[in-house]
């Protein structure tokens, strides 16, 4: 069965410093989201440089990518060998690119490091890799963040990233096993964030299994982890970073 661990689960202003990122690993491990905070706990819990087949980064805020320099630094420190795969939605390579080389210029050219792999996925749309299929959805949020859905066999997990949901995110989610999804607010309602409110809609509106309530306001965390656990009882909770479960 595929398994999560939680590498991080707060904001960009979490005390702890632990940003929200997930690893996935059934028939291949992901990470996805790889903020500044996200390579050393990665690294413990991943220690074999070519265990990671493939990253996905959900949108351009530093919470969510800043990390992945240092990351992709240090897998090549390590010797690693296999071709890894940056993901994205529309419009992420030239970033992604960007970040690298503003990261560590000229440390992932060609001649000096592993293969990098750079692919876009267009929203709504599945593509294989390797077994697995992935699909993505754009959610509301002031700069374009893409969800992403993984298929594995019968199973489904879904991470939202940051932003509102929309109708696609809606589809996207439906009859997901395990949706892990963000929660700014208990119930302050803005343009980008969801609110506790917004994550009871998209679990009964999409028939949602379980739900993981991550990227929440530390100021309100204890309020939102009542609100939730009261309004959708079992079905949802609110992870801690290192925290691992199965789908």
């Keep these: 069965m ?6 991080g689960v707060g904001d960009a202003s979490c005390p702890e410093g632990a940003s929200t990122s ?7 491990t992901i990470l996805v989201d790889c903020g500044p905070t996200v390579p050393q706990p990665l690294c413990r819990v991943l220690p074999d440089p070519d265990a990671l087949d493939a990253i996905w980064i959900t949108h351009q805020h530093a919470d969510h990518c800043f990390g992945l320099p240092t990351l992709l630094l240090s897998f090549r420190l390590a010797g690693r060998k296999r071709t ?30 592993y293969p990098i792999s750079f692919s876009e996925i267009e929203p709504e749309r599945i593509i294989v890799v390797q077994g697995l299929k992935l699909s993505t959805a754009r959610t ?19 991470v939202s990233g940051d932003g509102k949901m929309t109708a696609a995110s809606l589809r996207l989610c439906r009859q997901a096993d395990l949706v892990i999804h963000e929660c700014q607010w208990a119930a302050k309602v803005t343009e980008d964030h969801c609110c506790v409110s917004d994550v009871c809609s998209l679990c009964h509106e999409a028939n949602v299994s379980r739900i993981a309530v991550v990227h929440c306001n530390n100021h309100e965390r204890a309020v939102i982890a009542d609100e939730v656990s009261r309004n959708l009882g079992e079905r949802a909770w609110l992870p801690v970073a290192g925290e691992t479960c199965t789908v």
């Design 2 to 7: 595929p398994r999560i661990t939680f590498l």
């Design 22 to 28: 997930i690893l996935y690993a059934g028939r291949q």
């Design 84 to 113: 890894l795969q940056l993901l994205g939605g529309q419009g992420s390579i030239a970033f992604l690119r960007a970040i690298l080389e503003l990261g560590y210029p000229g440390s992932f050219n060609a001649s000096k490091c």
């Design 140 to 158: 509301q949020h002031r700069v374009s963040n893409h969800a992403l859905r993984i298929d594995d066999g019968d199973l489904c997990v879904c």
